[in-house]
Antibody, heavy 118, light 107 residues
């Protein structure tokens, strides 16, 4: 059974940094394109970015609101994808999900909460 | 950026009713349109991929149609467990975008 488990969410002050992790199991992680999607409290879904598989060049794409402040990476030996977030703003407060998929997002983790507040 | 606009934003429906949710794209996206269901306090789940293809394990009462700019998610014979927010999502071009969501309440 495919499973994704995110971790690393926390309360941080504006301007701070945070690193999220997502561990996958039950599928061939190295073949998967991995996405980060966030959801602010009571709001809809917002794509943050994605990293393609190694065979697809590990190309990374970011959404405009986070570009330059976040970095996505992966370690296929650990079945893990990371989201490094810097210069955090209150508007970055959200549940952050990782999800597999290059077109449709077929499997999602349970999410991890990032709260940015002084 | 491709904007996806769903309608309605909210609908209150009775069990066994037929429900139709629409998603309109700001430009043509072929069939690169997917639908998700998100129940309260849960992560989203894929229902329909590429406009009309049911994802594995999705009940047959869920179906999708459309191409280009206009898409529809239909639930035939609504059940109480279908209370959720439904999102469309386009993967035709970056950035990937989602509709604003349609919340279904079961009366």
């Amino acid at each position: 059974e495919e499973q994704l488990v995110e971790s690393g969410g926390d309360l941080v002050k504006p301007g701070g940094s945070l690193s999220l992790s997502c561990v996958g199991s039950g599928f061939i992680f190295s073949n998967a394109w991995m996405n980060w999607v966030r959801q602010a409290p009571g709001k809809g879904l917002e794509w943050v970015g994605r990293i393609k598989s190694k065979v697809n060049g590990e190309t990374i794409d970011y959404a405009a609101p986070v570009k330059g402040r976040v970095s996505i990476s992966r370690d296929d030996s650990k079945n893990t994808v990371y989201l490094q977030m810097n210069s955090l703003k209150p508007e970055d407060t959200a549940v952050y999900y990782c999800a597999t998929g290059g077109f449709y997002l077929d499997y999602w983790g349970q999410g991890t909460l990032v709260a940015v507040s002084s | 950026e491709i904007v996806l606009t769903q309608s309605p934003d909210f609908q209150s429906v009775t069990p066994r009713e037929k429900v139709t949710i629409t998603c309109r794209a700001s430009q043509s996206i072929g069939t690169d349109l997917h639908w998700y269901q998100q129940k309260l306090d849960q992560s989203p789940k894929l229902l329909i991929k590429f406009a009309s293809q049911p994802f594995s394990g999705v009940p047959s009462r869920f179906s999708g149609s459309g191409s280009g700019t206009d898409f529809t998610l239909t639930i035939n014979g609504l059940e109480a467990e279908d209370a959720a927010t439904y999102y469309c999502h386009q993967s035709s071009s970056l950035p990937v975008t989602f509709g604003q969501g349609t919340r279904l309440e079961i009366k």
